[in-house]
């Protein structure tokens, strides 16, 4: 051991989840808030998302997501990083009759004008009325694609039909080609306005207790690569499996209250060590980045597949990010699991690289041309009922701060988590983000 420090809020993870939890402490206290990354902030999974953001769904989520959109605008409105925002839209197409009939009949439900003595809708996997509710959703028949959408590359008439969605977009950056990670970064920027102190390079290894509460973490440096000296996700240290082999074996122990638990993928390895299950899967999504041989000369929207689980986000004019979320991983079982994200590689599997790819090449053919500049694997987080998990443990001090979509609902999980911490406030959706509704614990 190296030493002893003291915190009263320690915050593991530095991504979008760690940055908001920071930014709200900071805002309702003047107890010292730290924050310890692996990394550098904003450089793991919240750097390899496609940063979409809308506010459709049902209670709790839209409410949440409509949290996050109030605070982008006032940080959009006067950043102290670089983030950017891009509205586009989103488009969910379908190459099936079937579907396309269900599409028509749920954007129906959505807008009211479900006719009460038709059947009803045959479920479609993925999508359901809830999902579109509090936004706006038109079904476009295929053959009207063209004649309603200024989507000039987009093969039409390979559709039987789309739903749009015209109120999403994306986060992008100067530094950070993604985005993301430049969001994390203007909201670590703000807390760090307010007193926070940022650890980057710092792995939190142990959670400490002591008669059922925490007593403080165990750190350790790891000496990884500033993802800043390469922009691009597909070569992060991630892509390294040795990437910490340089760390020193020193640890510290930091004194501290409160442990909030904001490490994405890696919360479940984490919460172990201080005795608590985290109730997630992971989820495995390839992303693969094409350079345009010209760029658009146009906004494209968001296009996602419904038969593949292909989608794809125009991230710049000239640069168009494929993402593709397999149903199975390679060795056939479910690809939605449990995983070590350390172990997973940052390099697709050739068979996803070709679905990927032909599905966008079907839809988009003029991408067909397009140079595969990069490619990497990003590790979600997946929860049983696919709210977020926010709020104290059944150990004294330890709290959760776990989300799947972490750009759209790091905000609110950050306001939730402070008003609660700091104030003792409990919010009308307390019950359902409360980990106390997978087990017993003091927030049920």
Same mark, same amino acid.
């Given at each position: 051991?190296?030493?002893? =420090? ?15 939890? +920071? ?15 692996? *990394? ?26 409509? &949290? #996050?959109?109030?605070?982008?605008? !006032? ?9 950017? &925002?891009?509205?586009?839209? @989103? ?17 129906? +439900? ?57 109120? &999403?977009?994306?986060?992008? #950056? ?37 008669? #059922? ?18 922009? !691009? ?6 892509? =390294? ?56 000369? &146009? ?85 049983? =009922? ?17 989300? *799947?979509? *972490? ?12 008003? @609660? ?9 307390? !019950? ?13």
């Amino acid at each position: 051991m190296t030493g002893t =420090d003291e915190t009263t809020f320690a915050v593991v993870g530095g991504g979008i989840v760690g940055a908001s939890v +920071a930014y709200h402490l900071s805002e309702r206290t003047d107890e010292p808030v730290t924050v310890y990354e692996r *990394g550098d902030p904003g450089g793991e999974t919240t750097r390899k998302s496609t940063a979409m953001i809308g506010v459709s769904g049902p209670e709790p989520l839209h409410e949440l997501r409509t &949290y #996050g959109i109030r605070l982008y605008n !006032d940080l959009l409105a006067d950043p102290t990083a670089a983030p950017r &925002y891009q509205s586009a839209g @989103r488009l969910r197409v379908t190459t099936d009759p079937d579907v396309a009939a269900g599409f028509a009949q749920l954007a129906d +439900a959505a807008a009211g004008r479900a006719d009460r003595d038709a059947p009803e809708s045959t479920p479609i996997e993925g999508i359901d009325a809830a999902t579109l509710e509090h936004g706006t959703a038109a079904f476009v028949p295929g053959e009207e694609i063209r004649g309603r959408l200024l989507v000039p590359p987009v093969n039409a008439e390979e559709l039987e039909g789309a739903l749009y969605r015209p109120e &999403y977009g994306h986060i992008s #950056g100067d530094r950070d080609r993604l985005g993301a990670g430049e969001l994390a970064r203007e909201l670590l920027e703000r807390a760090k306005r307010n007193g926070v102190t940022v650890e980057s390079r710092t792995e939190v290894t142990e959670i400490r207790t002591a008669a #059922g509460r925490v007593v403080g973490i165990e750190t350790r440096p790891t000496g990884r690569a500033d993802p800043d000296a390469n922009p !691009d996700p597909g070569v992060n240290a991630d892509s =390294d499996p040795g990437a910490n082999s340089s760390a020193e074996p020193n640890a510290t122990v930091v004194e501290a209250r409160n442990v909030i638990c904001a490490a994405g993928p890696w919360n479940p390895e984490l919460a172990a060590t201080a005795g608590v299950e985290v109730p997630v899967e992971h989820v495995r999504s390839p992303v693969f980045a094409l350079d345009l041989d010209r760029p658009l000369p &146009y906004t494209l929207p968001m296009i996602k597949s419904h038969e593949s689980s292909v989608g794809i986000h125009p991230k710049r004019r000239d640069r168009i990010l494929v993402t593709y979320t397999p149903r199975r991983d390679g060795d056939g079982e479910p690809a939605e699991k449990r995983r070590d994200p350390s172990a997973v590689p940052n390099t697709p599997r050739e068979s996803e690289r070709r679905t990927a790819l032909r599905w966008a090449e079907r839809l988009v053919p003029r991408l067909a041309d397009a140079t595969l500049a990069d490619e990497w694997v990003g590790v979600g987080t997946k929860t049983p =009922d696919g709210a977020p998990i926010v709020g104290r443990t059944a150990v004294e001090g330890l709290s959760l701060a776990v989300t *799947g979509a *972490g750009i759209q609902l790091a905000p609110a999980v950050g306001d939730v988590l402070a008003r @609660r911490l700091v104030d003792g406030e409990t919010t009308p959706h307390n !019950d359902a983000l409360a980990p106390s509704r997978f087990a017993d614990g003091p927030d049920r």
